[in-house]
C-alpha cells in the first residue's frame, strides 16, 4: 500500500502562483510514476504532469510554459509549481501514484485550487 497526502491548495489570484505538494509513504519501489491530475465538475479526471522514477516528465498542453512538476526523491514527494493561473484552473487537483511492477494505482485525496479574478 502506499499513502498520499497533499497540500498545497487554495485560493490564488488570475495570475498567480501556487506550489502543490505530495509525499508519498508506504511500500514504494521503482519504478513508479507520480503525478498530478485534475478534475472540474463537467469533465473527467485528466493528466496535469506527471514525472517517472527516472526524471522523465509529461505535460498536458495547457500547462505547459505555466506548470512545471518536480521532485525529492528522499523524502518520495513529488512538487507542481503552478505559475500564471487562470479561471480554467479552477478545479479539484489530485496526486496519483501509479506503481509500475505491482500494476496499482493509488490517489490522494484531492486539494482545491481556486482562482479568483
Known amino acids: 500500500q502506499v499513502q498520499l497526502v497533499e497540500s498545497g491548495g487554495g485560493l490564488v489570484q488570475f495570475g498567480g502562483s501556487l506550489r502543490l505538494s505530495c509525499a508519498a509513504s508506504?511500500?514504494?519501489?521503482?519504478?513508479?510514476?507520480m503525478g498530478w491530475y485534475r478534475q472540474s465538475l463537467t469533465k473527467a479526471r485528466e493528466l496535469v504532469a506527471e514525472?517517472?522514477?527516472?526524471?522523465?516528465?509529461n505535460y498536458a498542453d495547457s500547462v505547459k510554459g505555466r506548470f512545471t512538476i518536480s521532485r525529492d526523491n528522499a523524502k518520495n514527494t513529488v512538487f507542481l509549481q503552478m505559475n500564471n493561473l487562470n479561471l480554467e484552473d479552477t478545479v479539484v487537483y489530485y496526486c496519483?501514484?501509479?506503481?509500475?511492477?505491482?500494476?496499482?494505482?493509488?490517489w490522494g485525496q484531492g486539494t482545491q485550487v481556486t482562482v479568483s479574478s
Open positions: 496519483r501514484f501509479a506503481d509500475v511492477l505491482r500494476n496499482r494505482i493509488y
Open positions: 508506504g511500500s514504494i519501489a521503482s519504478p513508479y510514476v
Open positions: 514525472i517517472t522514477s527516472r526524471g522523465t516528465t
